[in-house]
């Protein structure tokens, strides 16, 4: 009986819908909703600063390639004057090709390294479409 009922309200349904037909919405239906949305002002919106300026970094460049030429030019004391020289001749003679293939790796640690990896993309992935979902916009 139940089931009698459900076919006959489930014919009865689909039947409305033919005789009505589906509603299709105005072509200015975006622009209606969107207008009504309140739009943030740009004295708003965050703007994300960097962790450390090009001042910064400017130091930074600068402080590390004062150290590398005082110690190329300068040494540090009688028998360094041609030491440091020679040490990065032999540093950009050195051929890193032999020295990769002689290196051998466990099995573990090559199964450890690609399953990191894997973890490693599938939670970029996850934290990419979760941020693109919610639409994580930071406001003041």
């Not at 090559?110 to 979760?130: A, E, H, N, P, S």
Request: no cysteine.
């Amino acid at each position: 009986m139940e089931e009698n009922n459900i076919k006959d309200f489930d014919a009865f349904l689909s039947k409305a819908v033919k005789e009505v037909g589906l509603e299709e919405p105005n072509k200015d239906f975006n622009h209606a909703i969107l207008s009504k949305l309140p739009l943030k002002a740009a004295h708003q919106m965050v703007k994300n600063k960097p962790l450390i300026s090009n001042f910064g970094w400017l130091v930074v460049f600068i402080s590390v390639s004062s150290v590398v030429v005082s110690t190329l030019f300068y040494g540090q004391g009688p028998n360094t004057d041609n030491k440091y020289l020679s040490l990065l001749d032999t540093f950009l003679s050195f051929n890193f090709l032999d020295k990769i293939t002689s290196i051998t790796v466990s099995g573990i640690f090559t199964y450890g390294i690609l399953v990191l990896l894997v973890f490693l993309y599938i939670q970029i992935f996850v934290l990419k479409k979760y941020v693109n979902y919610n639409g994580l916009v930071y406001e003041k």
